[in-house]
């Protein structure tokens, strides 16, 4: 994973830009449209980014202080007061917490961003993680926005230049075996990378410095972004190499968040 913070930040910024673009215009009758999720309108995806945002300034401030995170009995009051809101409030109040909590990240200090330090759901985070993992959460729902209206909406290139080289464990911690062993190679086109994925008792994507040959799939980075975290059926389809393998095959091994 990339260690530069400035570079998670940068691309968190552009998500944020392209979260912006694509919501802020939006009226009460979009706002309650599905989503890519099948059971939250964009409303409730933008009331859940914006709780999110909230909690992630609970976050920030524990690795600051050193105190710990926040624990599960302090987070329901805030899905409640997000839940509570009608859809342009939760749609405004999202776009402005958000904002809030990058202008947080741009105003902490370099003193004060390397001695972050903080425990959450069962990693070790220092600042450069926290903007990954905002990062990550914020990305995929901007894309479970826009897919809705735009069919060929794409994840942020800067935010699947970096993501790309996390899957390896986001595959380790989400995904699904099933009755069926396989190991392919994977690569992947913009940018360039090399992976096998083996499915047995677990799920393992490795990276790897060169090919696997044969290659049995080739896919733009961020398709594997949206096959990993559970978002590839074919909105918007991905052009594939000349070794295809059946992606259907996969999709079932990662069922998102």
């Known amino acids: 994973m990339e260690t530069d913070p400035q570079l998670w930040i940068s691309a968190l910024h552009d998500s944020q830009q392209q979260l912006l673009k694509t919501t802020e215009s939006l009226g009460g009758a979009e706002l309650h449209q599905q989503s ?5 309108s964009i409303a409730d995806v933008l009331s859940h980014l914006g709780s999110q945002a909230q909690m992630f300034h609970l976050f920030l401030n524990a ?5 710990p995170a926040p624990g599960r009995d302090d987070l329901p009051p805030i ?7 009608a859809p342009e409030a939760q749609a405004a109040d999202s776009l402005r917490v958000n904002s809030e ?15 972050f330090e903080l425990s959450l759901f069962g990693r070790n985070l220092d600042w450069a993680g926290l903007a990954q993992m905002r990062l990550s959460e ?33 595959a380790a911690r989400t ?9 392919i190679g994977l690569a992947t086109t913009d940018p360039e990378r090399h992976f096998s994925l083996a499915v047995g008792d677990n799920v393992v994507l490795q990276a790897r410095d060169r090919a696997i040959e044969p290659v049995d799939l080739t896919l733009p980075a961020e398709a594997l972004v949206r096959l990993v975290y559970g978002r590839l059926d074919g909105r918007p389809s991905p052009p594939m190499g000349p070794n295809s393998f059946d992606l259907n095959a996969l999709r079932g091994l990662f069922t998102g968040f």
């Open 36 to 40: 890519y999720a099948t059971e939250w």
């Open 63 to 67: 690795g600051l202080s050193g105190e």
């Open 79 to 85: 899905w409640e007061s997000w839940n509570s809101r």
């Open 101 to 115: 909590f990058l202008q947080r990240l741009d105003r902490t200090d370099t003193a004060d961003q390397r001695r």
């Open 138 to 170: 914020q990305t995929i729902h901007t894309w479970d926005i826009g897919v809705a209206l735009d069919a060929q909406a794409r994840v942020g290139s800067s935010a699947v230049d970096l993501l790309v080289d996390t899957l390896p464990e986001l």
């Open 175 to 183: 995904g699904k075996a099933g009755p069926e062993r396989l190991r």
